[in-house]
């Protein structure tokens, strides 16, 4: 597809003074911006001199122009940075789908960039959309093109390139990072379609809580803004009285965002960073005690369709990673929703998996036993930890009693409180070794003090203060 197929139904649309019926382009398309002044919200990316501004620019500079990966939410204005990106020097711009081109499409691309480059002197932008759903081999196919200079590569994606996009690819590449647009960005963009001539023209005007509204279903998606928008404005024609006359602007109401957004998309995608960011996201509200924020982020895992038996497992480590013995219920309530969710499914799991969310939100925390744990591996790895006393040495098969295994073991049950004094760590650890270190904080704050006699008891040093 040629820079002419991209941009032909925006050119028509300046051409005619008129707003563009319903069965035009789309408004997201219509009111796509022209020049970095009609860009909202990427100020970071497209300051003076940064690589992406001076690659639309067309000053590439000694080194000349860099292929770009831009990575954002939709609607962010990825395609918009890209189109603009080929009008600079010239260039030819050619889009390819990641969804639908395969490696024969790459190929074909590279031959006619070289021979545009060969007899025209014309660079060209090669913009792929979507690149995180390339294969490992198509994307192969991209390096050479992309070393080589053949073609500048624009590549878009929602998806973190760290995990879809592959290395080399990446280490020739400038990462351009777009972030969501703000609240105000985005009234600003609905402003822009309501008054300029590529949108409505003046011919609608929207209420202010409907404004807000819009705003706020939008989740700084500027394309899901103006596609609510034109949907809303349809609805409102429709509940304007049949043969009306009155040429004053038709106004937008709440009522009308409302019907026209029937539910608010999740911007979830199970297979990509969104979900790993989600998933971090649940438990670091568990662990921060925000059981509000804890139930959003569970609310957003079942509604973009996550597995209920995922976020069962996630929640079962937290119980006792975080949790742990400041209330040890934690995880048996975590553990029970597992097995409960597992047998029951959706819709009614959520309920479930809610319980366990609250418990482990509002329950007392500490993570001592997983820092216990990591410290004995941690000296387990480091070579420390010498032979097994040989007085705890196995004792039940042939042989044992004549090398002495067992000799000297004190029974715990034989005691009259049930714990034996006697050495149980090897010999380099004996006396300096306290991984498990209590808090105050729940039920740990009475073991603390039962740990104390135990290690009193066993002759075991002071434990150390956290």
Do not use: C
């Not at 995922?310 to 079962?316: E, P, W």
């Not at 387990?380 to 090398?403: D, F, I, K, Q």
Request: glycine share 8%; proline share 5%; net charge negative.
């Amino acid at each position: 597809m040629t820079s002419d197929d991209l941009f032909g139904a925006a050119t028509a649309a300046e051409r005619d003074d008129r707003p563009l019926s319903a069965g035009g382009a789309p408004l997201a398309v219509r009111m796509r911006p022209r020049s970095l002044d009609e860009v909202r919200g990427q100020g970071a990316v497209l300051r003076p001199g940064s690589p992406l501004r001076r690659l639309i620019e067309g000053s590439g500079g000694a080194a000349g122009p860099l292929s770009a990966i831009i990575w954002g939410p939709p609607g962010t204005g990825k395609t918009t940075l890209a189109h603009l990106v080929a009008t600079a020097a010239d260039r030819r711009f050619v889009e390819l789908s990641a969804v639908t081109a395969g490696v024969k499409d790459v190929r074909a691309v590279m031959e006619t960039a070289v021979r545009e480059r060969d007899l025209y002197g014309r660079q060209t932008v090669l913009f792929l959309d979507e690149i995180h759903r390339f294969t490992k081999a198509q994307q192969d196919a991209l390096l050479p093109g992309v070393e080589n200079r053949t073609v500048i590569l624009v590549a878009a994606t929602t998806e973190n390139p760290s995990f879809s996009v592959i290395a080399p690819l990446l280490s020739r590449s400038v990462l351009i990072t777009l972030g969501s647009l703000s609240d105000e960005d985005v009234r600003d963009v609905v402003r822009s379609a309501l008054l300029d001539e590529r949108g409505f023209a003046g011919a609608h005007t929207i209420d202010d809580d409907a404004m807000e509204h819009l705003v706020r279903t939008s989740g700084g998606d500027a394309r899901r803004a103006l596609t609510s928008l034109e949907a809303a404005a349809g609805v409102a024609l429709d509940a304007e009285p049949a043969g009306r006359t009155d040429e004053d602007p038709v106004a937008i109401r709440l009522a009308h965002v409302e019907q026209a957004i029937a539910h608010a998309a999740v911007r979830y995608d199970r297979a990509g960073d969104q979900h790993y960011d989600v998933a971090s996201a649940l438990i670091k509200s568990m662990r921060g005690s925000d059981v509000d924020a804890a139930l959003h982020y569970l609310a957003r895992m079942l509604e973009a369709g996550e597995d209920p038996r995922f976020i069962a497992r996630r929640i079962v480590i937290a119980a006792s990673e975080d949790v742990g013995m400041a209330d040890p219920t934690a995880l048996q309530t975590a553990v029970a929703a597992m097995h409960a969710v597992a047998q029951i499914g959706m819709p009614e799991a959520r309920i479930i998996l809610a319980q366990a969310v609250v418990h482990n939100a509002l329950a007392p925390k500490s993570n001592a036993a997983y820092a216990a744990i990591n410290a004995a591996i941690a000296d387990v790895r480091a070579g420390r930890g010498g032979a097994v006393p040989t007085h705890l040495r196995g004792s039940g098969y042939a042989g044992a009693e004549r090398l002495g295994h067992g000799d000297g073991y004190v029974y715990a049950h034989d005691q009259p409180d049930g714990v034996a004094r006697q050495q149980y760590l090897p010999d380099d650890l004996q006396g300096r070794t306290d991984y498990y270190l209590p808090t105050d904080r729940g039920f740990e704050e009475r073991l603390r003090a039962r740990l104390e006699w135990l290690r009193d008891r066993l002759g075991k040093p002071p434990r150390r203060e956290t």
